[in-house]
Nanobody
Framework: QVQLVESGGGLVQAGGSLRLSCAASGSIFSINTMGWYRQAPGKQRAFVARITGGGNTKYVDSVKGRFTISGEYAKNTVFLLMNSLKPEDTAVYFC??????????????WGQGTQVTVSS
């Protein structure tokens, strides 16, 4: 049974920084991508950033230049460094792993979410 556990959320003033971490426990055959999503109050969960095993990254436009995703694939761990935080970044942040199973099928796992609150 694979579980993703996030940490690093909290309350920060606008302009501040936070670093989120997500670590996987359990057996994972192969990770395709690791990423972060967020869900603001009253809104749907939305893509924030992702990184591939080759180190390729992608960001939603609203966080480009402020957020940096990094990963340690050998440790099944992904990070999200968030700088210059804005009140509109307030949301519950979820990590997401897209994986390949040993039977050749794809699957995905989600963390439980960590709250990030940015005060103005």
């Amino acid at each position: 049974q694979v579980q993703l556990v996030e940490s690093g959320g909290g309350l920060v003033q606008a302009g501040g920084s936070l670093r989120l971490s997500c670590a996987a426990s359990g057996s994972i055959f192969s990770i395709n991508t690791m990423g972060w999503y967020r869900q603001a109050p009253g809104k749907q969960r939305a893509f924030v950033a992702r990184i591939t095993g080759g180190g390729n990254t992608k960001y939603v436009d609203s966080v480009k230049g402020r957020f940096t995703i990094s990963g340690e694939y050998a440790k099944n761990t992904v990070f999200l460094l968030m700088n210059s935080l804005k009140p509109e970044d307030t949301a519950v942040y979820f990590c997401n792993y897209q994986v390949w199973k040993s039977d050749g099928y794809a699957d995905e796992y989600w963390g439980q979410g960590t709250q990030v609150t940015v005060s103005s």
